[in-house]
């Protein structure tokens, strides 16, 4: 008897490893619940008989798109309304004043990376709707970014239920900018329409989705691994454009390795890109990103694993 | 520090033992009444920081009893946050109308109380 988790605890470490060569993203060691409730949610969805059975085929197939929909599923995060509302006063309050006179007249681009079931990149859509009136004559685009899953598809609806809109959102807010549909709440055509969403990572080539004013990256860095960390600040250093911002959760902060931020005064997650080119230092103990070679490299080991998982049961 | 107080409004004794049992977890002090007629005699006993209301009840309903209670002399002092089973948005604006603060759609968890009275400025 194993209690209430049924997942083989070789497969549940097997697991945390495939996230982690994946993604970069360290699973700690309470997320055995966390990993059996979205994985069986995932199997039903995918038409499998049982847990055990996705888990058998991804280990012993090594399929690339299962083993992308299961870290995927792994990294969805819960996410609410307004979470830390000091995040979206500042860039109302200090980016947007600051970045207002040098693009007047032109566009402001803002990316939220990381963005789940879309609550943050709607709720920056609200507070620069509430504020148009202070910076005119400037379009605004908002890019949600963050891998393809089930979460980022009901940030695309845009539909919420009865508890999620309930969940740090006031009910001014509500009654502005959502129509209740049925159960459910769904934002309005403008905001959802002022709004787009992208299905990539950190870890992947960023250039199509072009340079970006603002970068918002909250409560996801101390979850990457060390060396995907900074793969993750490289790749976002390269995003923004020089004197755009970068903007980290609440107490986050920015190693000592120099990614060409200088912090904000008194505004201890804001970060801002410096006017020149700065050349990044490179850590050699760090390759790379490939995510084709780290995926070949992850299928390979989930190929061993199976086959090893056959001849101990053989 | 003294603890805020708060009035859970509600005709179902379930419903008051339970938001009560949230509130007193957020560090309030509770009483309880258990419609607005009921509710609007505590409250010029003693008004409370904050009330959370339910709409439908007996003798006097939770819109009703809000009207009565923004007469009162100190009547503008509490933060008043509806608690209902009342979804349409026409509703929800003739609360706020009112002068309602902030609005609970029922059912409710501890995370919504919790969330909403952080809006309201009470916590």
Redesign the interface.
Known sequence: MRGALSLNPTYYEALKRLTLELAGVNLGSDHAFLIETRLSSLSRKEGYESLDEMIEELFNTGQSRLALKVVSSLLERDTHFYTDRTSFDKVERVIFPALYPIHKGGKIRIVSFGCSSGQEVYCLAMALDKAKDKFPDVAIEIVGVDYPSSALDRAKAGRYTHFEVQRGLPIRDLLSYFDRQAEDWVIKEHIRKSVKFEETHLLSNLDSLGQFDIVVFRNALPHYSSPAQVRVLRGLSTLIKPLGYLLLGTNETLSHINYGFDPLARQPNVFRKREEKVEIIEDPDIKKPSNRKTFEKAKRRLKNMGDMRQTNSA | MTAKTCLVVDDSRMIRRVASRILKDLKFDTKEAENGQDAIERCRLEMPDAILLDWNMPVMDGLDFLKELRKEPTGDKPVVVFCTAE???LK??QA?DAGAD????KP??S??IE??FF?AGLI
């Open positions: 979804r349409d948005v929800i604006t706020l902030e609005y609970v759609m409710f968890d995370d919504i969330s909403k809006q």
